[in-house]
């Protein structure tokens, strides 16, 4: 079975400064999709950013972007010039390739931006 | 605009007191999803609906049912609920993976449920 790892429960970042939030994960498909979701305090989870494990290229929107090391199942997020709008828990999630395949998430960070 | 509509928002009942939330997508999404999330915690799937297949997950409780009478619309219906069963219930919309869908799930604003 497939798992997602996010091993930091919280994080801070200054306003205007870079974070990276971490996540690891586990499977033996090939064909599959990672995403991070933010989720502000109550309010509606909305996609930040998706990469496709066939593409090699790290996937970038605006001023977000992943690293993405499929070898070593990793895919972390890196928020460049931090927001307060920024601030919602983070999830990063896994997607198998499959027709009906679930959304698998991580428990998710934390993170908190400092003015 | 396109979205996914859940209702109501907020929802307080009584421990073993029916409840049914609903949730309507404007899509036209042939996989929608009934997620559980509990403070904190990461979102747990329920069940979900492909077109009018019903799949359910092995863990959840027999006291979560869902109906999905057209392809707009799906109802989460929690028969006797419990303190536990206090949480937001999220619901989900996504295409069938094929050429050129991107396989991201749509989510609605979610419905709070307190069960006192």
């Known amino acids: 079975a497939q798992t997602v790892t996010q091993s930091q429960p919280e994080m801070s970042v200054q306003e205007a400064e870079t974070v990276t939030l971490s996540c690891t994960y586990d499977t033996s498909e090939s064909d599959y999709y990672l995403f991070w979701y933010k989720q502000p305090p109550s309010r509606q989870m909305i996609l930040v950013i998706r990469q496709e494990a066939y593409k090699q290229q790290n996937a970038t929107e605006n001023r977000f972007s992943v690293n993405f090391q499929k070898a070593a199942k990793s895919f972390s997020l890196k928020i460049s010039d931090s927001q307060l709008g920024d601030a919602a828990m983070y999830f990063c999630a896994y997607r198998s390739g499959g027709s009906q395949g679930n959304l698998i998430f991580g428990k998710g960070t934390k993170l908190s931006v400092k003015p | 605009d396109a979205m996914v509509i859940q209702n109501p928002r907020y929802q307080v009942t009584q421990f073993g007191k029916p409840v049914t939330l609903s949730c309507s997508q404007t899509?036209?999404?042939?996989?929608m999803y009934w997620y559980q999330q509990k403070s904190s915690q990461a979102p747990k799937l329920l069940f979900h609906?492909?077109?009018?297949?019903?799949?359910n997950e092995a863990d959840t409780p027999d006291n979560f049912q869902s109906r999905r009478p057209n392809t707009s619309f799906c109802f989460l219906d929690i028969r006797s609920p419990g303190l536990g069963d206090t949480a937001m219930y999220l619901c989900?919309?996504?295409?069938?993976f094929g050429a050129g869908v991107t396989g991201e799930l749509f989510f609605g604003e979610g419905s709070r449920l307190t069960v006192l």
């Open positions: 899509l036209n999404h042939n996989v």
């Open positions: 609906y492909y077109d009018k297949d019903f799949n």
């Open positions: 989900a919309t996504s295409r069938v």
